[in-house]
């Protein structure tokens, strides 16, 4: 498994807001999104 691959587990499991109500919901999806993006990047340049 690549340190990509493993971000990607980890960010499903534990940074995923689990409720909408959450007031912080928005906060915490545009984080999760950049860091999705990141380790996409991540993952194109490891199989370049």
């Given at each position: 498994m690549t340190d990509a691959d493993r971000l990607h587990?980890?960010?499903r499991e534990q940074?995923?807001?689990k409720s909408n109500p959450n007031p912080r919901h928005?906060?915490?999806s545009n984080a999760v999104s950049a860091l999705r993006w990141i380790n996409n990047?991540?993952?194109k340049e490891n199989q370049a």
């Open positions: 587990e980890m960010m940074c995923e807001p928005l906060r915490y990047d991540l993952a």
